[in-house]
Each structure stands twice: as structure tokens, then as C-alpha cells.
């Protein structure tokens, strides 16, 4: 490495999606030191730790000054909204990721609902509401199944697919009454369930170009079969079988390139990570959503696959001068496993110690694979780690064939142990069959 160009690095956020972003980073030609901030007790075996939260932008826009940061991965979709990226950059910090105004195509579930509208960007149809009984009252006449949304972030959390006009009900007082998810949810967007196979989409932009990353699918239910209750994820496989290269040519032409020309035209051109959920429906490809950033476990399955340097991909997004040969990825097959603490996503317990995980993570060192953590903290030194959070850490692997990367992944999900540990058994078969 030529030391002149290394550059110190800091990466914002302390999960799975940031350890299997820090792993990748770790590998670029021009990564200097690079740093985790807060980062976890997984994670700082890797590199080092701060703890300093992303949220508090002051506080960390001061850390990067004083430490001569050069470039900042900013991931987690809070301080995105808050408006970390402009921040840095009003101290001359460049860093990955869509500064406030742009990233408000997630924290804002009723403003992009309504640019999709306005571009004609195939969706589910919608209405926002922000007084319970108007809700209530469209949900009397509504057809069912539909889908209650809180308007602004909610951990992945502020989603409830509703069967019955009861359920509603209850979905719409949990968020306009009850303020069960705060902020987020004082206003309700209320729309059509659709159906089909689920794909997530992750792709670099640079305000103008944009290029899809290898196609994901995530698994948000709690528990094997898609039931239980959604969660922030509980899997991920890579590449999604459903997502054919002639639906891709589809999902440029209607969805990416309009939804990259629309955020242009509204003055908030996006430069980051442009993530696309979408529902392939019996009439097309729609957006079920998008996230201002990488997902996760998304990241954890299609970083691994990705064969070119991510920080000089991230630089020439940051740049304004990003190309489709910068971008590669492998032909292999990619699975990551989330292993869960018993009872997430509602109430779980921490302070469990966690047995196995280095004998895991040879294992999967030796598949090519790698454990992502999460929520995990130190426990009494030597390496020790326990449980810290609903989502403790993944367990990633890459093969030639898709089968072959979930095997590997539940073999070391086999060798970790804490009490209640949870995790879903049927990751990625849907695929498969």
C-alpha cells in the first residue's frame, strides 16, 4: 500500500451491516486506519471502537476534526436523518451516504409514497392519514389483506400486515393513540397488500448513475414458515433466483432510473447506497420501499459476493463520477443466518454469554465465510463475549452453489450456544425450491 494514499476511515453505526462493510473495507488498496464508531465488542476485534453514537452529530463531527478523519461510511438511517452527512461535510469531511434532504425517501414512508405517485413509479396504491377515526373509517371499506405503515423509521418494526378490518383497527390505535412507535408513527400510510416473491435491491449512486448491486432476498418474520411477528431481518441470500435478468432490464427502465431522475428534479440528488424493496406482482415489479442506505442482513449476503474495491466505489459515488465497470461481482451464492436472542423481536434478555463463536468463525473462515456482530458486548475480558441485543450476530458464508453457502452457515450456527439463543431454520429454501 502506498501509505500517502491510505485513508482513515471512519464507519458510522454498530451492527451486522457494519461489520460485513468494515470486513470489505479492511481489504481496499487505499484503507488506512479505519474506525468504528460506536462499533460492538465483535466488531473491535477487527478494528477499533469508539463510542461515540452516530445520532449524536455534534459530538462525532468533532471526533472525525480532531482525528483527521478522510472519509466517513455513514450506514445506519438515524443520523442520515438527522443529517450527519451535512454535517461532515460543512467541516470539508466527504463521506458515503445521502445528505438530509435526500435521505427523506426513508424517513419519510408518505413523501416518497407521494414522489412515486407524481412520477409514476409503480406502487401499492395508498392513503395517509393522521387522525385515527379517518383511518379507521377507511379501513371499514378497505379490501383485505392491507398493510399499515408508520410514516418515519421505526427499526423495521413499524409494519403490520393486516388480514382482518380488526387488526387494523388495532395497527391504527397502536400508532395515532397509543404512540407506540413516537414520532414515527403520527402519520399512518395505509395500503394494498401485494403479492408475489420479495427481492431487495441494493445499488450505488452518484447522483446520476446508478448501479444495482448483485439482487438479495431478505426473511423479516420471526420464525420458520414466515410467521411471527416482522422483525429487522432474520437472513438473507444472495443472488434472489426470483429476480430474472429480464425483470432487472424492467426494474431500470420504470423504477431505478425514473426513481434516480425524480430525486434529481426535487433537488435532492442521492449519493450513497439506493436501496429498492419490491414485490414482483402478477402486473410487474413494484417498490415496496425504499432505505436511504445498505440493509440489513442484506449486506452481510452481497458484500461478500461484490469483487471490486469498495472504497474506490464509494469514493467515485461520493465523487459524482461513479461507472458500471467499477462494479463486479462473483457468480458465487452468498447466505447469512441471524442468530437471535429468544423472544426478540418483543421482549428478550441480554447478558447471556456466548459460547462457540471463535470455533464458528474458523469454520466458516475455512468456507470463505465470515460472523457479523451485532448485539454483543464484552464479558469479563479474553475475548469473552454476551449477548447485548435482539439480533446478536450472523453467521455468512459463500459457495458456488446456494445450498452448499446455507450449509455452511447453519453447521457454525450449530457451534454457538446462550441460553434462549434463536435462530430460523428454513433461510433461503423457498429459494432453493
Known amino acids: 500500500m502506498n501509505v500517502k494514499n491510505a485513508l482513515t476511515i471512519a464507519v458510522a453505526g454498530a451492527g451486522g451491516r457494519e461489520h460485513a462493510i468494515i470486513k470489505k473495507l479492511l481489504q481496499c488498496k487505499r484503507a488506512g486506519a479505519i474506525y468504528a464508531l460506536p462499533g460492538n465488542a465483535g466488531i473491535e476485534r477487527d478494528v477499533p471502537c469508539i463510542t461515540i453514537k452516530p445520532v449524536h452529530i455534534a459530538e462525532f463531527t468533532r471526533w472525525c476534526v480532531s482525528h483527521s478523519v478522510d472519509y466517513v461510511v455513514v450506514t445506519p438511517d438515524d443520523p442520515l436523518a438527522l443529517g450527519l452527512v451535512d454535517a461532515l461535510a460543512a467541516e470539508n469531511i466527504p463521506a458515503f ?88 408513527g403520527k402519520t399512518l400510510v395505509i395500503e394494498e397488500f401485494l403479492a408475489g416473491p420479495e427481492v431487495s435491491v441494493l445499488s450505488f449512486c452518484d447522483g446520476r448513475t446508478l448501479v444495482p448491486m448483485v439482487s438479495s432476498m431478505d426473511h423479516k418474520r420471526a420464525l420458520d414458515g414466515n410467521r411471527g411477528e416482522n422483525t429487522g431481518g432474520m437472513g438473507a441470500i444472495a443472488p434472489n433466483p426470483f429476480y430474472t435478468p429480464e425483470i432487472a432490464a424492467l426494474c431500470m427502465e420504470r423504477i431505478y432510473m425514473p426513481t434516480v431522475s425524480m430525486l434529481e428534479a426535487a433537488g435532492t440528488p442521492f449519493k450513497g447506497c439506493l436501496y429498492f424493496g419490491l414485490m414482483l406482482t402478477a402486473d410487474g415489479p413494484k417498490v415496496i420501499e425504499y432505505n436511504c442506505r445498505f440493509g440489513d442482513p442484506e449486506t452481510q449476503a452481497v458484500l461478500p459476493l461484490l469483487e471490486s474495491d469498495l472504497l474506490e466505489i464509494m469514493l467515485a459515488c461520493t465523487e459524482g463520477r461513479l461507472t458500471q465497470d467499477m462494479v463486479r461481482f462473483s457468480g458465487k451464492a452468498a447466505a447469512c443466518v441471524v442468530l437471535a436472542s429468544g423472544g426478540y423481536p418483543q421482549n428478550y434478555q441480554t447478558g447471556c454469554p456466548i459460547d462457540g463463536d ?66 430460523r431454520r428454513d433461510i433461503g429454501l423457498s429459494a432453493m425450491e
Open 358 to 423: 471463535s470455533e464458528a468463525e474458523k469454520a466458516l473462515a475455512a468456507a470463505g465465510g465470515a460472523a457479523y456482530y451485532a448485539g454483543v458486548e464484552q464479558n469479563g475480558g479474553l475475548g469473552k463475549l454476551r449477548t447485548a441485543g435482539g439480533r446478536v450476530l450472523g453467521v455468512g458464508a459463500c459457495a458456488d452453489t446456494l445450498r452448499e453457502a446455507l450449509s455452511a452457515c447453519y453447521h457454525a450456527a450449530g457451534k454457538i450456544h446462550w441460553q434462549n439463543m434463536h435462530y
Open 97 to 184: 451516504g445521502p445528505t438530509q434532504a435526500a435521505a427523506k425517501i426513508e424517513s419519510s414512508k408518505a413523501y416518497a409514497k407521494e414522489l412515486m405517485r407524481q412520477n409514476n413509479i409503480p406502487t401499492a396504491s395508498y392513503q395517509v392519514f393522521t387522525d385515527s377515526a379517518r383511518a379507521i373509517e377507511y379501513a371499514k371499506t378497505a379490501a383485505y389483506p392491507l398493510v399499515v405503515k408508520a410514516d418515519g423509521l421505526a427499526l423495521g418494526k413499524g409494519v403490520s400486515t393486516c388480514g382482518t378490518f380488526e387488526k387494523a383497527q388495532m395497527a391504527i390505535c397502536a400508532a395515532l393513540e397509543e404512540e407506540c412507535f413516537g414520532k414515527s
